[in-house]
């Protein structure tokens, strides 16, 4: 007789993309009862631009990096989840995020998420206790935060989904308490006319770096663009000016690493974001070293505790349909239809791949891999093959013509076996 599985309680933290897809899964089915916290009164986390970039309605630090006029840098159609393919812009490829933010509205209305969800309570703590019958349970303390009333619910299930562009990494800059203008993180950089007539030094050339330096071109009178990648290609705006990484803050100037200097009334930090766990009790054996998150199996469980993931931690990815391999592969194991290998086998897999602990979770081209392997574990269809197809063609697109990729046309071929990215004339 097969073996009936208690009703398992399930906590999702956070209602951004990745709450919603984790609410979408374990929702329907009936194994689990749900229910997802949101700090703030709305869904949509990263896709839901707020103006303001100190405190929220509820008195929290702005969660959102979203800035006014940001249009997706992945074409919309591979950000699509895969089982509710509705983002469906073709020219231009990429949309704006009140598009996304509207695509994860009726995501949410189509699977009727939102009864699962309480907004206005944030998550203060998570700490692990066992049971009298000796089964691991999650001990949540929850804040509403109009009322200020607080309580501890116990869980048998954990999914952390609280995202991970919301503490921002600012390396340390010899001299930089003594720069003469203003310091900014782009998590607070909201639009261009802030910076008319400025000159700005942007540090860091990865999504964020380039797409801010456009976003400024027509409004700033200068943009360093200080990296130490690979130059990019020639067509950039000509007072956007590439320059090296910065070395030092001296006298007003900002020395770069070939020991030359400029001067900039604005110094834009764009290196990123700390993965960050405030409510984590230490008892839940999750640690941050230098952004790289121990111990994860599959950058994903919690290896010593598996009836808790984090969702999302994978960078340089398409989140969406990311997510959605995720949770159903989590799902898979709950529900006993996969199992996780030996422990030595899953602390094997989570050690350090890369030669920075910074970079341990980046996964570019490996992504497809990385899905298919959650899917083959975990008895699932894998991602239909225009998700990796459109990305590689997005990516040739963009490191070819950074100015206009946004613009392409996306054209899948019928039988979905040949995607490309066509630039209007
Ligand atoms: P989030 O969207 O950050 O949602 C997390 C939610 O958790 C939030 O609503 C937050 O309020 C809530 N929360 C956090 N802590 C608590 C707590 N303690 N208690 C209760 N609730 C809590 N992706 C793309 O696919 N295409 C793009 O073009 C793209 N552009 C981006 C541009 C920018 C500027 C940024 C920052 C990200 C971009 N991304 C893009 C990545 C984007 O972050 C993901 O697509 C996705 O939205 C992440 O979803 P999430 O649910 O993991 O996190």
Redesign the pocket.
């Known amino acids: 007789m097969a073996e009936v599985m208690r009703r398992k309680k399930v906590c999702v933290?956070?209602?951004?993309?990745?709450?919603l897809c984790a609410a979408r899964h374990f929702a329907p089915n009936l194994n689990f009862e749900l229910k997802v916290?949101?700090?703030?009164n709305n869904?949509?986390?990263?896709?839901?631009y707020k103006e303001a970039t100190e405190v929220d309605e509820n008195g929290l630090p702005v969660?959102?990096?979203?800035?006014r006029d940001?249009r997706?840098?992945?074409p919309a159609k591979i950000?699509n989840f895969p089982d509710y393919q509705r983002l469906n812009a073709v020219e231009p490829c990429?949309v704006s995020h009140q598009e996304v933010r509207s695509y994860l509205q009726n995501y949410a209305d189509h699977f009727d998420l939102f009864k699962y969800i309480q907004f206005g309570?944030?998550?203060?703590s998570v700490r692990l206790q066992v049971s009298a019958e000796g089964e691991e349970e999650w001990v949540v303390r929850t804040k509403i935060m109009k009322t200020k009333e607080e309580k501890e619910i116990i869980f048998n299930v954990l999914m952390i989904?609280?995202?991970?562009?919301?503490d921002p990494y600012m390396p340390k800059i010899p001299g930089i308490e003594k720069f003469p203008g203003m310091i900014i993180h782009?998590h607070s950089y909201r639009k261009p006319e802030d910076f008319s007539g400025k000159s700005v030094l942007i540090l860091g050339a990865a999504?964020?770096g380039v797409d801010i330096a456009l976003d400024l071109a027509n409004h700033a009178i200068r943009i360093y663009l200080s990296h130490n990648n690979e130059r990019l290609n020639s067509s950039l705006p000509s007072n956007i000016i590439e320059v090296l990484g910065v070395e030092k803050i001296e006298e007003g100037k900002i020395f770069l690493k070939d020991q030359s200097s400029v001067t900039a009334d604005v110094f834009m930090f764009c290196t990123g974001y700390r993965y960050s766990f405030?409510?984590l009790d230490e008892n839940c054996g999750i640690r941050v070293d230098d952004n790289f998150i121990i111990p994860l199996y599959k950058h994903l469980i919690n290896i010593d505790h598996p009836t808790m993931c984090i969702?999302?931690v994978p960078t340089v990815v398409?989140?969406?349909p990311m997510?959605h391999m995720q949770i159903q592969y989590f799902l898979a194991l709950l529900e006993k239809r996969a199992s996780l290998p030996t422990k030595l086998i899953m602390l094997e897999n989570s050690k350090l791949k890369t030669s920075k602990k910074r970079h341990a979770h980046k996964l570019m081209d490996k992504q497809w891999d990385y899905n298919n392997s959650l899917a083959d574990a975990g008895g699932f269809d894998r991602l239909p093959k225009f998700y990796k197809l459109g990305y590689e063609a997005w990516s040739a697109q963009r490191k070819a013509n950074l100015l206009n990729y946004k613009r392409a046309r996306f054209v899948i071929s019928e039988d979905e076996e040949s995607v490309e990215l066509v630039i209007p004339k």
């Open positions: 933290i956070g209602a951004g993309a990745a709450g916290f949101e700090q703030t869904i949509g986390g990263t896709w839901v969660h959102s990096s979203m800035y940001l997706t840098n992945l950000m990429c309570t944030r998550i203060e989904c609280n995202g991970h562009y919301f782009s999504a964020s405030p409510f969702v999302g398409v989140p969406f997510f």
